[in-house]
């Protein structure tokens, strides 16, 4: 027993298959297989511990089987089934072959402080791409085909992180609806390839399929990362369907409070309880199986609070503590969602190292400092340097912040300068749902308009956000098709529109909006230039006037930064010069702003400036802008 790894294991040298299963609440465990229509029962009656096995003899791969507990007639789903199929609405567990032969493929292994991380779903990204095959749009094989990866090696990004591939189902409430759940956060079979992005060619599977995607992404230099669920399930609350662990072993697998109801943190309906070391196992065991079987080169955890909760959060919980410790895990890039919605929730700048987490605060900021003008210097600064006061502690660095101004969850950048409300009503909940609070701003118009001065503007304002948070330091996030313009028409919360509402419209490229595009692929290029924005260490700044720094913090004069220049809320020039030699100088305000550079310009290479007077160091620049400058050395 052993030996014997936990869910089904093919075996090709005696034509068998070995089936292990974790519950500690059952006194009877039956296997059922599906042969032509028929299911045939086969008790389980070996258990060492709390673990049932068997090993069956001349069964194939594809054999589709399903567990019994106790004397409950459901057909319950294997924990560890790593593949998943339907047939007249009764979900199966597939047993499968995973040998892949990978080739020269190897982890690409990018520094964290040479990372730039593009936020993609997998259908959405390809589904309307008109130069892509069409059997291939919103495939793993569409996302890999050469017009994809040319697209994102041009633009320069590093990492991409997909919404979940997991396979997922669509809640109950959004069946009737006839919508479905588009990101893809209801998973039910964490070890299984969702099977909607699938292309059904010939001689592939979902799962190979998949393994083709990661390895001509790595081919191209373009690392993969995969946003996971491991805080509740598809089986959601008391009421929800009961597909797999429920049935299982529900009290060892779900919080439950003392009137033994599930307790949700999530806002799903249940919560996993990751301190117990059966459910610890299987977590460790699929995170390592999309790294050993799938070559992934990171995961972002959703709600990622609840791997630590023991119930409240500890940072040293026993599943932080097991991640920590597995020589797997600890080369590969990890990302939390440092929040739940249970109490004490929030807990930004609180996880371990080696853990990353999603910068909210980073967002906010950005998004008020540049559409809404209230934001002070110091507080800008803060945030433009990696938040250092959240994340300079336990040996992390400042790639510990993923900065982002918007994801999938929320509005899109040119919706952000686009509209003031959310416009959420196609998901049918009376637009209750989704971000109240966006600090986003219209200009003037809500929507689309026809005013050359306000797309102007808010053109402008576009690139300024995008330019402030590709030369942040701290790691990098864009959503894609924001380096174009993509619109979702002002909803907030597309998690439920697999549709042209959310797929990215390739045409609108062409035909608007290449000048962004290659606007932001500029400043791409010029942060990988720039020393200061690719090194591990903590911003040192020149306060005590050294010769060498990363950092000097200059007012409109081209002085240091005063306590009353850092108190100034804006609008106020800002001048950051990096590592002796690049100055950006940031015009928040309405107006054009003239500056006093503090030396000689030798080249402006972003953004657009004009010598002020016949004294070189005298400048103007436009309003709402950015501009980057080489100093003469």
Not at 304 to 310: A, E, Q
Not at 391 to 405: C, D, H, W
Not at 517 to 524: A, G, L, P, R, T
Not at 592 to 605: H, L, R, V
């Amino acid at each position: 027993m052993n030996y014997l790894p936990m869910g089904s294991c093919y075996h090709a040298k005696n034509n068998s298959v070995s089936f292990t299963l974790f519950s500690a609440s059952a006194f009877k465990v039956e296997l059922c297989l599906l042969n032509n229509g028929s299911v045939t029962t086969i008790p389980i009656n070996e258990k060492i511990g709390e673990v049932w096995f068997t090993c069956i003899e001349n069964i194939k791969t594809g054999t589709l089987y399903c567990y019994r507990i106790n004397d409950n007639q459901l057909l319950l789903l294997d924990p560890y089934a790593k593949a998943i199929e339907v047939i007249d609405g009764q979900f199966w567990s597939v047993v499968i072959d995973d040998n892949y032969d990978w080739g020269d493929d190897y982890p690409i292994n990018i520094p964290w402080s040479k990372t730039i991380i593009y936020e993609a779903h997998v259908k959405g990204l390809t589904k309307l791409h008109p130069n892509i095959p069409e059997q291939l749009r919103g495939t793993y094989a569409g996302l890999s085909h050469p017009i994809m990866i040319d697209y994102l090696t041009e633009l320069g990004i590093t990492t991409i992180e997909l919404l979940p591939v997991q396979f997922h189902l669509d809640e109950p409430r959004l069946q009737q609806l006839k919508l479905h759940n588009y990101w893809g956060y209801n998973v039910i079979a964490p070890f299984a390839v969702e099977t909607k992005y699938w292309s059904k060619r010939p001689n592939t599977t979902p799962l190979s399929e998949f393994q083709d995607m990661v390895k001509a992404l790595h081919k191209a230099g373009i690392e993969v990362i995969l946003d996971v669920v491991f805080n509740h399930t598809a089986e959601l609350d008391a009421s929800g369907p009961t597909l797999s662990l429920k049935g299982i072993d529900p009290h060892n697998y779900y919080w439950h409070d003392e009137q033994d109801h599930l307790i949700n943190w999530t806002g799903c309906g249940n919560s996993l309880k990751l301190t117990h070391p059966k459910v610890i196992q299987w977590v460790m065991d699929c995170l390592r199986y999309w790294v050993c079987t799938c070559h992934i080169d990171g995961f972002r955890f959703d709600l990622g609070t609840l791997l630590g909760r023991t119930p409240e959060f500890n940072s040293t919980s026993p599943l932080f503590i097991a991640i920590q410790q597995d020589p797997i895990l600890q080369k590969i890039k990890l990302i939390a969602e440092p929040w739940d919605i249970g109490q004490g929730g929030y807990q930004l700048g609180n996880f371990p190292y080696p853990f990353a987490e999603w910068n909210d605060k980073y967002r906010d900021t950005m998004r008020r400092f540049w559409l809404y003008q209230d934001i002070s210097l110091g507080e800008f600064a803060q945030r433009f340097a990696a938040s250092s006061m959240l994340f300079e502690k336990q040996g992390r660095t400042p790639a510990s912040s993923i900065n982002y101004i918007t994801c999938h969850d929320g509005f899109t950048m040119n919706d952000l300068v686009s509209f003031d409300q959310k416009h959420n009503l196609a998901n049918c909940e009376n637009n209750n749902d989704g971000n109240n609070q966006n600090w986003s701003n219209n200009f003037g118009v809500e929507g689309a308009t026809d005013s050359p001065d306000i797309l102007q503007k808010r053109l402008i304002i576009q690139k300024s956000l995008l330019a402030t948070l590709l030369l942040s330091q701290g790691t990098p996030m864009l959503l894609a098709g924001d380096e174009w313009g993509n619109s979702q028409q002002g909803n907030n919360n597309g998690y439920c529109q697999d549709n042209e509402l959310t797929w990215l419209n390739w045409t609108f490229i062409k035909d608007n909006n290449k000048d962004l595009f290659n606007y932001v692929k500029s400043v791409i290029q010029i942060r990988k230039q720039i020393v200061a924005l690719n090194h591990h260490h903590w911003w040192q700044d020149n306060t005590q006037n050294q010769t060498s720094y990363d950092v000097r913090w200059l007012n409109q004069q081209g002085n240091l930064m005063s306590v009353s220049d850092w108190q100034q809320i804006a609008p106020k020039i800002l001048q950051i010069e990096l590592s002796n030699k690049w100055l950006i100088v940031i015009n928040v305000s309405d107006e054009q702003q003239s500056f006093c550079a503090p030396g000689i310009i030798k080249k402006c290479i972003l953004g657009q400036i004009e010598q002020q007077q016949i004294d070189t160091h005298n400048w103007n620049i436009n309003a709402h802008a950015v501009s980057i400058l080489i100093l003469q050395e």
